[in-house]
């Protein structure tokens, strides 16, 4: 578990000015300029011109988290997607991360050289699989699919970094209009299965529907105790094999 920061804003400058969040947005863009920032020092400081330290990435981390160092990463890739110096892997990773367009993003663009903001890249995703969180690799893809019943795998981005942990990451879709794939309502109501919070959800905070072998038995033993608790709320639950 990791402790909280600055808010991350993840939608574009245009979405700010319709929702009047323009102060937000602003905030979270200087952050992003500020880590950026921080991360060319930390290379230049880690470098010693054949080698990346390998903590270099840790107290960038430490000092903005684990989301806006992902976030400044995954930009950067993506604005220099064409670069061949990048590994196919990291490429892949920062394509998974949606980064509105904007022609503000090379603002924190980070501008080490390619090959050792590489290296940095690689060893920040080192530092985040060490927090064993559910990712895309875990589950099957949503669209298209009814919700109800299926055991959904949060996104980080949604939670707070102090509640990164995989057990707050699983949730019992239990109703709600964003269940249905081609209904108009977004709202997704849902069980968690690591400490049975109930609350709403949008269906776009979720990633997918986990695969059935990745279901830890804590979890299992959590569905089958929502099953005897309340035979209403399980009615047409499955397991992610269904």
């Known amino acids: 578990m990791t402790k909280d920061h600055a ?4 939608g574009s400058v245009s979405e700010a000015r319709r929702q009047n969040e323009l102060a937000l947005w602003r905030a979270s863009h200087l952050e992003n300029i500020s880590c950026k920032q921080a991360i060319e020092e930390a290379i230049r400081r880690g470098f010693d011109g054949m080698h990346l330290s390998h903590d270099c990435a840790r107290g960038v981390i430490e000092d903005f988290g684990f989301k806006r160092v992902g976030w400044v990463l995954a930009a950067t890739l993506q604005q220099k997607q064409y670069d061949g110096r990048f590994s196919p892997q990291n490429k892949t990773w920062a394509a998974s991360t949606f980064i509105p367009p904007s022609d503000r993003n090379y603002e924190f663009s980070v501008e ?27 589950c099957n893809d949503m669209t298209g699919q009814e919700l109800e019943g299926k055991v959904l795998v949060m996104s980080p981005f949604t939670l707070k970094e102090s509640y990164w942990a995989p057990e707050n990451q699983l949730w019992l879709a239990t109703g709600g209009f964003g269940c249905a794939p081609s209904a108009a309502g977004r709202a997704v109501y849902a069980t968690c299965l690591g400490d049975g919070e109930r609350t709403r959800w949008n269906r776009s905070d979720f990633i997918g529907i986990l695969k059935e072998e990745h279901l830890p038995d804590w979890a299992r033993e959590s569905l089958e105790q929502i099953r005897q608790e309340d035979p209403a709320e399980s009615a047409g639950m499955t397991t992610p094999s269904m």
Do not use: C
């Open 112 to 138: 080490s050289h390619p090959a050792v903001l590489d290296g940095f890249v690689s060893a920040f995703r080192e530092a985040q699989a060490e927090l064993n969180l559910f990712n895309s690799s875990h």
């Open 7 to 10: 808010y991350l804003y993840l």
